[in-house]
């Protein structure tokens, strides 16, 4: 039973352009979201995160949308550069509950062409 | 400052040995996690750790998998008696303190082969 999916396992954008990445969830649960970039042979590198009592976080050039009742959120990264492209990973947890524990996707891998 | 160390990178282990894994965490991190990722896919939770106790084990596929932090710092994972199954990524991971919203920080995996 796959609690967070990601149903694209590859996605290409052009330099500049916007990519965006997506994520559903099933555990009405989850409080708690995040999202990780990783590199070959590197471990995951939190990129971002969003509680439950917002629908948007924005560091810089990444933004992370979440609709809850829709149970969906979404990576945006604008402006894409080259450095971008690595395999991302959706991650949710429920927070308020005592469990620490994250529930991952399978991952999307960005390519972002020069 | 230091990040999540593992050792070894990578492990080769013959089918029925027993491998022992390590963790450093980020210094003055509470909790502790591991996780294993298999090719292609996210990673799946192992266990938990708050200091030196262990909080949350549901996630070890069998007896064969155990996991210690007798000091609340340094963590084992030990896997008994490998099998083929057991080929894959072991990420750690830590956090500041046990709250549900800490994030956890990972190290870089010991890519774990079982022949």
């Known amino acids: 039973d796959q609690q967070v999916k990601q149903n694209s396992p590859s996605l290409s954008v052009q330099e500049g352009r916007i990519s965006i990445l997506n994520c559903d969830y099933t555990n009405s649960m989850f409080d708690y979201f995040l999202w990780y970039k990783k590199y070959p042979a590197e471990g995951p590198t939190f990129l971002i995160s969003i509680s439950s009592i917002k629908d948007k976080n924005e560091d810089g050039r990444f933004t992370v949308f979440l609709n809850k009742s829709a149970k969906h959120l979404s990576l945006h990264i604008v402006p894409s550069q080259p450095g971008d492209s690595a395999v991302y990973f959706c991650?949710?947890?429920?927070?308020?509950?005592?469990?620490?524990?994250?529930?991952f996707g399978t991952g999307t891998r960005l390519k972002v062409l020069a | 400052g230091a990040g999540v160390s593992q050792s070894p990178r990578y492990k080769v282990a013959k089918r029925g040995q027993d491998v022992a894994l390590r963790c450093d965490p980020i210094s003055g991190h509470v909790s502790l996690f591991w996780y294993q990722q298999a090719l292609g896919q996210g990673p799946e939770f192992l266990t938990y750790f708050q200091n030196e106790a262990q909080l949350d084990k549901s996630g070890l596929p069998s007896d064969r998998f155990f996991a210690e932090r007798p000091e609340g710092s340094v963590s084992t994972l030990k896997i008994q008696r490998t099998q083929q199954e057991d080929s894959a990524v072991y990420l750690c991971a830590s956090s500041l303190a046990h709250r549900g919203t800490d994030t956890q920080y990972f190290g870089p995996g010991t890519r774990l082969t079982v022949l």
């Open positions: 991650a949710a947890s429920a927070s308020s509950s005592g469990t620490y524990k994250y529930i």
